[in-house]
T-cell receptor, first 110, second 112 residues
């Protein structure tokens, strides 16, 4: 079974803090993705990576950056957290168009 | 920009009833996936359809991909409380690429 894990299920941070969200997959997938999910807006793609050290912006990259130093690990970084970044963050991995998701991190920025 | 419109956004029905959820677009997709998400968890893949007109069945769930590969439907027969959840459709954006476009989701509640 494909397993995608995320470092935290719940996270509370203050405005202006630097936030790291970690994602690890164990299936040697080439592709990894970060989404945020907000009510009524569905899943919106923040960044994705198709290989180590390779990354592409998704639909809403502003305020975020990513890092992929190893194939199995994809990190999302909020350089200076703001209240409008309060959301559910979902990581996914894939080798084709079928994506496998982690359990999500519910981030609250106060 | 490719968009997927899901309808209805909310659906609450009684156990034993049938229902259909729709996923529509003006764009052609290389594949169409359906996911189910339970509260506090990530989406879980239910099915992938890739050929226009394709029909797949998963127990009481029937998935169909439109002939023109622009739309899809999910039909549930004799719904059960365990079917409750958020259903998401997602389209493959172009052949050989791995990004997906997601619909807004249908929140389904099956009442005992």
């Amino acid at each position: 079974d494909v397993k995608v894990t995320q470092s935290s299920r719940y996270l509370v941070k203050r405005t202006g803090e630097k936030v790291f969200l970690e994602c690890v997959q164990d299936m040697d997938h080439e592709n990894m993705f970060w989404y945020r999910q907000d009510p009524g807006l569905g899943l919106r793609l923040i960044y994705f990576s198709y290989d180590v050290k390779m990354k592409e912006k998704g639909d809403i990259p502003e305020g975020y950056s990513v890092s992929r130093e190893k194939k199995e690990r994809f990190s999302l970084i909020l350089e200076s957290a703001s209240t409008n970044q309060t959301s559910m963050y979902l990581c996914a991995s894939s080798w084709s168009q079928e994506q496998y998701f982690g359990p999500g991190t519910r981030l609250t920025v106060t | 920009t490719q968009l997927l419109e899901q309808s209805p956004q909310f659906l609450s029905i009684q156990e034993g009833e049938n229902l259909t959820v729709y996923c529509n677009s003006s764009s052609v997709f290389s594949s169409l996936q359906w996911y189910r998400q339970e509260p506090g968890e990530g989406p879980v893949l239910l099915v992938t359809v890739v050929t226009g007109g394709e029909v797949k069945k998963l127990k009481r769930l029937t998935f169909q991909f439109g002939d023109a590969r622009k739309d899809s439907s999910l039909h549930i027969t004799a719904a059960q409380p365990g079917d409750t959840g958020l259903y998401l459709c997602a389209g493959g954006t172009r052949f050989g690429a791995q990004k997906l476009v997601f619909g807004q989701g249908t929140r389904l509640t099956i009442n005992p």
